[in-house]
């Protein structure tokens, strides 16, 4: 290598083209973003698109309503922000993507808040005319979302926002009503008796969507059932009059409300007799217990027992038994039912069966029961307030859960009964997941109240939706078998709510037959009423007479006080929002919601199409997971692990939540804490500072500069080909809403096609070649076209920073990224076999590059790749054969390079990836360009410029005369 190195001159700086933008380096999102919001406000960005759109195909996403009722959370962020990638990406691919933003405004979270305030101030809800408090509830409603929608704005949705649909207006109230009322009129509303799940401190019956499940402390109790008669083709069964089945359960409370014990055929069970017991055990000497024969060790431990024995099998299907509180009043048989719920898990083979205390209970003593000879009525033993009416003999004022949401005594009263009455064998506690209300954060019970249903069976409406699901399409496909399996079991619809800030269930039942009224002159009044005064209309006073009209009476016809549940509310937007908006349409091309709405808005939605319109209001359904901690653990206040939307934009902007977002694999759970918003930071960084390189290296790009594809070198045309193959995996994965393949597949095109090799090649050409060569106007063509791909193929995700790209280059009041198209590869762009010569070539050049760097960074034997003059020993064909007139110093980035047939020496530079490679690097000869700095023996051949390499003088000499200036 030469030594003689030029004088430190600033002599041909303004002569090399160095990268120049507006375009920050450093992103300042959170003032910037704020900007960019007034701006496309200032432009009215939203009528703008739907102004361009017209005419084309729509495109709708129906937004599924969030509740108004406080400060957004990352969760919501997570759903805005995947439903804004879907509207702006169909948008770009030339749809009418149409988002219109609604909220869910009715129901017990709002009510619960105002009842709340009351609490506080010493007031009585039910002291206050109804419609005063659901004016307060209406207010309350709107002013979150006032906030709310500032929030989702701030995350950069494009929107309806200053029309988005509202449960609570006027006429979405009487177009849910009249949505009830198709099915009153249809004959798929009933009244009924059934168990709901039920909760004593709302004092309201709740859907399963309303349920989670925490931890809770149960009493366990074994129960002994006397065997009351066992007779088999008449003849008694001997043995089994003096034993006893045995039941365990969680909730002794229940035990009043038995009628039945469960078995099950497939299970083997056997008499088994106590031979020894300690002194005093509940469990005695001679106790003859009918048991589950897996089961029967467990039960005898549990209940303390010595020793026992087998006496024989037993077929419980030709028992009847007593219930062990006769003495109290319960003096009816047991019988004993089949029941494919029974398991041999755990307990003793048998469950105690109140039917109006569960589902399951419910369903089998409907089933079985009125062929055994009993009574069928279900009794009332629990009332709203959780007490024991008087169905519940012996225990009437006992308590099952107070208002506060604690145990009451009604456990204890009947454990002590049961015990005196010598029923108990043994008694413990069990931690287990029991439901709880997700508002109230209180264990709920099951009850039997009479509630408002929608039959599933009656009228075929659970094979209608089952019909409809197979014709829907799942992002992820496991969500459809999830649906699916939810539809499948699902009992009917309680769609009643005891409250009252809501929609009601608008409907007069005569009082002496049951009959549900159905007059459409009736009904046209009520919705006529409700468009114009809202739903409050219903609870005025002598609202019944006036819907009822002069030829009916209030006192033959009762109206109805009960609230519809909410997710008739939300279930119902299909019908007031798709069908009545003309920018909109119906069915929704999709609905994207987390994966917990399979049994709430899609589940919701479903149904109420399903059963007015016989299909989905949907063609495809999405679902998300939920965010967690980065560790995995549920987000909460307690573990200090939460993060806020808010704190993440205040910190780094939008965007950044925007690219997690697009990053993560939403069909999952999604972490989120500083280290994995670290790694984002990092990424977004780098994906700006490309965007950055790239508007540098356009800087005052002109028309006359553009080069056909076909006239390219070749290394331009081969990234021309990798921007054709991304552009149809960019299309395909937003197509698909693989949002995560997106990111990965611009990324790492970014990172390694761009930066690590296109860039670091083509950067001594973009600098130092002559403003009108072909090498460098080919790769400005290039970088222009890159340009447009890749900022129109970020922006649905990027929405901020793409934008501020796009008016760093073409500033105007009217300009947009977001009103643009994706940009287009055309297929002559597409060049495969060129592209399969280039992948070899690259393999080649890593062994170059990997023997520079240890050179440098190891050795230390030179200080850049320009010091370096590689020789490059090539013995597969496979990769010789595409080297054949190509440039190895100019895609090495050295000074010099040699391409030498053969093995190479032992000592040269391999990698085991890249078999037939070997690389040693030699000094450059010659002396150091002033303006480049490559080295070259023809450094000094122009006598002009004495100092530069003959390519640099002659570029020099044009910028000279386009300039009219000297060096």
């Keep these: 290598m030469s030594d003689d190195k030029p004088q430190k001159t600033d002599r041909y700086r303004d002569t090399v083209f160095l990268p120049k933008t507006s375009f920050a380096m450093k992103a300042g999102l959170p003032q910037r973003e704020p900007e960019l919001l007034k701006r496309w406000e200032a432009m009215d960005l939203y009528s703008t698109l739907r102004r361009q759109s017209a005419g084309r195909p729509k495109y709708v996403l129906h937004d599924g309503p969030p509740y108004a009722n406080g400060h957004l959370h990352i969760g919501h962020a997570l759903n805005k922000i995947l439903k804004d990638i879907v509207t702006r990406s169909r948008q770009m691919q030339g749809f009418d993507s149409n988002y219109v933003p609604g909220w869910d405004c009715h129901g017990l979270p709002i009510e619960w808040k105002i009842e709340e305030q009351y609490r506080d101030k010493g007031k009585n809800k039910d002291e206050v005319p ?4 659901r004016k307060e509830c209406r207010a309350f409603a709107a002013h979150w979302i006032d906030v709310q929608r500032e929030e989702f704005k701030r995350l950069g949705v494009t929107g309806d926002w200053n029309n988005p649909y509202l449960t609570m207006n006027f006429r979405a109230e009487a177009l849910i009503a009249k949505e009830l009322l198709k099915f009153a009129g249809s004959g798929q509303l009933y009244r009924g008796s059934k168990p709901v799940m039920w909760s004593v401190v709302e004092k309201t019956a709740l859907a399963e969507a309303e349920v989670e499940y925490q931890d809770y402390q149960s009493d366990t109790i074994f129960v002994k059932f006397p065997v009351r008669f066992a007779v088999r083709d008449g003849a008694e069964l001997s043995g089994l009059l003096d034993a006893s089945v045995v039941i365990w359960t969680t909730t002794p409370w229940t035990i009043p409300g038995n009628r039945a014990i469960s078995f099950s055929s497939k299970i083997a069970y056997g008499l088994y007799r106590v031979t020894a017991a ?85 369903a089998i003593w409907m089933q079985q029961a009125q062929h055994k000879g009993v009574d069928t009525t279900i009794p009332f033993t629990v009332d709203a307030d959780g007490f024991y009416t008087r169905e519940a003999p012996g225990f009437t004022g006992k308590r099952v859960i107070t208002g506060t ?65 197979d014709g829907t399409k799942f992002f992820p496909a496991g969500g459809q078998n999830r649906l699916r399996a939810m539809i499948e079991q699902r009992p009917d619809w309680v769609i009643s709510r005891q409250r009252a800030w809501g929609v009601p269930i608008a409907v007069f039942v005569n009082r002496a037959t049951g009959e549900i009224l159905n007059d459409a002159e009736v009904n046209q009044r009520i919705v006529d009423a409700f468009s114009a005064e809202g739903a409050d209309a219903w609870f005025a006073e002598g609202a019944a007479q006036r819907f009822l009209g002069p030829d009916r009476s209030i006192l033959e016809w009762e109206q109805v006080r009960d609230i519809l549940d909410v997710w008739f509310d939300s279930g119902s937007t299909h019908a007031f929002v798709l069908e009545q908006r003309p920018d909109l349409k119906w069915p929704a091309d999709i609905y994207l919601e987390g994966s917990d709405q399979h049994r709430g808005w899609f589940h919701s939605s479903l149904l109420e199409a399903c059963g007015t319109r016989g299909r989905a209001p949907y063609d495809a359904v999405l679902t998300h997971g939920f965010v967690v901690a980065e560790d995995g653990r549920k987000m909460s206040k307690s573990l200090g692990n939460i993060v806020t939307p808010q704190e993440v934009i205040r910190q780094s902007g939008a965007d950044i939540l925007r690219l997690w977002v697009a990053s993560a694999d939403y069909a999952e759970d999604l972490r989120l804490g500083p280290e994995i918003l670290k790694t984002n930071i990092e990424a977004y960084r780098k994906l700006r500072n490309t965007m950055r390189y790239i508007m540098g290296a356009l800087d005052d790009f002109q028309d006359r500069e553009f080069v056909q594809a076909k006239d390219m070198p070749e290394l331009d045309r081969y990234i021309l080909h990798r921007l054709h193959e991304l552009g149809g995996q960019v299309r395909q994965a937003y197509e698909v809403f693989d949002y995560k393949r997106l990111f990965a597949l611009l990324t790492n095109f970014m990172t390694v096609d761009l930066s690590a090799f296109y860039f670091d090649i083509r950067k001594d050409s973009l600098y130092c070649d002559a403003w009108s060569s072909l090498r460098r106007r080919s790769c400005r063509t290039v970088m222009d076209q890159l340009f447009h791909c890749l900022v129109t193929w970020w922006a649905p995700v990027l929405a901020f920073t793409m934008d501020e790209v796009w008016l760093s280059r073409f500033p105007g009041e009217g300009s947009c990224v977001h009103l643009m198209q994706f940009a287009h590869c055309p297929d002559e762009w597409a060049a495969p076999e060129l592209a399969a010569r280039w992948d070899k070539i690259r393999e080649v050049r890593s062994v170059v590059t990997g023997a520079l760097e240890i050179e440098r960074q190891v050795k230390k034997t030179i200080g850049s790749a320009l010091e370096a003059a590689p020789e490059v020993y090539v013995s597969s064909q496979n990769l010789l054969a595409p080297l054949d007139g190509v440039d190895l110093a100019e895609i090495s980035i050295t000074s010099a390079a040699k391409l030498i047939a053969g093995e190479g020496p032992a000592d040269g530079f391999r990698l085991d990836t ?54």
Aim: hydrophobic share 40%; net charge neutral.
């Design 130 to 133: 109804i419609n005063d408090f």
């Design 405 to 469: 949401g604690e145990k009451g005594d009604a456990n204890d009263a009947v454990i002590r009964a049961l015990s005196e009455a010598g029923a108990l064998i043994s008694r413990g506690r069990l931690k287990h997941q029991y439901p709880h209300s997700w508002r109230s954060r209180k264990p709920i019970i099951f009850r039997n109240t009479p509630q408002w249903f929608i039959s599933m069976s009656s009228h075929g409406l659970r094979d209608t939706a089952l019909k409809a699901i």
């Design 278 to 362: 300690p002194e005093g055990n509940w469990a005695k000497a001679g106790d003859k217990y009918i048991l589950a024969d897996r089961l029967a060790e467990e039960v005898m431990k549990a209940a303390k027992v010595e020793s026992f024995e087998r006496l024989g099998n037993v077929d419980p299907a030709w028992i009847g038994c007593s219930h062990p509180l006769a003495h109290l009043g319960y003096s009816f048989a047991v019988p004993l039912l089949d029941g494919d719920h029974v398991t041999d898990d755990a307990g003793t083979g048998f469950v105690h069966t109140a039917p109006g205390h569960g589902a399951d209970d419910y």
């Design 914 to 967: 890249v078999k037939g490679v070997a690389v040693v690097v030699k000094p450059a000869e010659g002396r150091r360009c002033a303006r480049s700095w490559k080295i070259s023996p023809d450094v000094g051949s122009d006598p002009q410029f004495p100092d530069i390499t003959p390519r640099d003088a002659q570029a020099v000499r044009e910028w000279q005369v386009r300039f009219e200036k000297t060096v």
